[in-house]
């Protein structure tokens, strides 16, 4: 059937009529909303690049958390700014370190919300790599103990998910086995499978401190220009014992989430990065875009490409949409 006896128009008539052929329904349910934990007390430090956005410690995180809760949202996930910073990343698998205090207190306020805890070294490091570095080189296998002490100590702290973000090869494995040689069978990981190195992470690093010192991150995160890559990292992390994958970021790796949608069938992750965050707030702070329709078309999109849930900076502000 062709026009003119076909005519697509017909359907978008009305309102109720777009509402009943819409295919991608975003829910409050799909969205993961990050938070940033620093010591102190009555600390809001706002981070310039992400407005809206702020180091928060551990008394005033718990509000933003319950605000998310009260939207409908099923979680958070949690990054911590240490105190103090060395060689190995120490402070990130300290049982009484600031994600491990964040997931406590969080956890203690809403015992029912998913606290999901990144697990990674870059904020941790004085280097600001995600691994272990010898004469210059970012080491995968002595980093992987590291990693795996630092997830178990998120799940002794009553974290619900662990989130490896590192990129180091095995790294799900070797967290799987510390986590069920300890008791933690049932804990689920959400393994950031396809990481790419991205420009877009810039906003993020200055609000988790974690810029790399020398260097760059492109012998562990994946070129920008590969997806068949990003099928055998899914295929490895699944083999490892992942739960969940993601893929990161989200707006300039759309086809990537198509293609991951349609070979796994494993729940599929995707991180709204922070820069994809920023651009969006800079462009409406400029009067250039009407910010609601962008975030909400930009979300939809990364449903509609295949995740089933979407870590953003915007997930209080989308859910509050979606309900009013
Ligand atoms: C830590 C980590 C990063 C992000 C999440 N976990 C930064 C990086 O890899 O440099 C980025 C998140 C964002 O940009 O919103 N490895």
Known sequence: MLFPEYRPRRLRRTEA???????????PDDLILPLFAIGGRNVRNPIASMPGHYQLSIDQLVEPAAEAWDAGIPAVILFGLPEDKDSRGTSAYQDDGIVQQAVAAVKAKLPEMTVITDVCLCQYTDHGHCG???????VNDA???LLAETALSHARAGADMVAPSDMMDGRVAAIRCALDDNGFTDLPIMA???????????????????????????TYQMDPANSLEALREVELDIAEGADIIMVKPALAYLDVIRRIREQANLPLAAYNVSGEYSMIKAGARLGWIDETRVMMEALTAIKRAGADMILTYFAIEAARALQA
């Open 17 to 27: 009529l777009r509402r009943m052929i819409r295919e991608t329904i975003l829910r």
């Open 143 to 145: 980093t992987l103990e």
């Open 192 to 218: 950031y499978a396809a990481k790419y190195c991205s420009a877009f992470y810039g906003p993020f690093r200055q609000a988790a401190d974690s810029a790399p010192r020398f260097g760059d991150r492109r």
């Open 132 to 138: 272990v570095v010898e004469n210059g080189q970012i």
